[in-house]
């Protein structure tokens, strides 16, 4: 017979949770068990099990973390915290099984140049990915679209090649056709210059609805965020993948 010996990694026997070792003689490892270690290796086989034990337990337990870099809209002005949009985002995202946490990173009253001007403090090692959702308070303020634009802009190259959710937003319309014409494409655009994900208007379902905003008719309320929470779900799970993928 081959001079090998198969201990592997695999699924507990029956499907309950976890992992064992399973001895794969006296055939070579298939399936699950993949990993096959020389008879004579001594202590450094098993050195060697133990790092890749450790390794695939690590990888196996660290959530993925997400940011997310806004305004009030995000930071849940009016709000009690958990009624916010990241911590509701980050209770449905768990709920649908995934092992994420997501960051407050939303002041209210930013513009997307002051997200910028805050970017390098807000994010840290432990980061793994980014929804961006600013713009808004250039709008309100009728500033110059190419204004956010650039700012928006140097947000991305700034983040690279980190996995990102681009978060649209549409310009009130008493400003005008021409100042629309302006705002709203650009978050698509810049999208797809940096090969970020876009997500059209973060406010789909909710803008404009008394219902589910609060008094001043700007701000979600907690029916509102849960609207925005179920509607950009699905990106964020792209986001999700586009992590787990990235080396």
Known sequence: ??????????????????????????????????????????????????????????????????????????????????????????????????????????????????????????????????????????????????QAEAALDEILTRLGKMPVLVAGMQAPRNLGAGYAAAFDPMFARLAEKHGALHYPFFLEGVAADPALNQADGLHPNAKGVDIIVSRILPSVEKLIRKISESP
């Open 1 to 146: 017979p081959p001079p090998w010996r198969g201990w592997c990694l695999a699924p507990h026997a029956g499907g309950s949770p976890g992992r064992e070792l399973r001895d794969s003689r006296p055939g070579p490892p298939s399936g699950a068990c993949r990993a096959s270690f020389p008879r004579n290796g001594g202590k450094k086989r098993w050195a060697f099990l133990a790092v890749f034990f450790f390794m695939a337990q690590a990888a196996i337990a660290a959530p993925a973390t997400i940011l997310v870099l806004g305004d009030s809209l995000t930071a849940g002005l009016g709000l009690d915290s958990s009624e916010a949009f990241p911590a509701k985002l980050e209770a449905a995202l768990q709920a649908r099984g995934h092992d994420v946490s997501i960051i407050n990173a939303g002041v209210s009253g930013d513009t997307a140049a002051a997200g910028l001007a805050r970017l390098d403090w807000a994010l840290d090692a432990s980061v793994d990915g980014v929804i961006v959702e600013l713009g808004a308070n250039d709008a309100l303020r009728g500033l110059p679209p190419e």
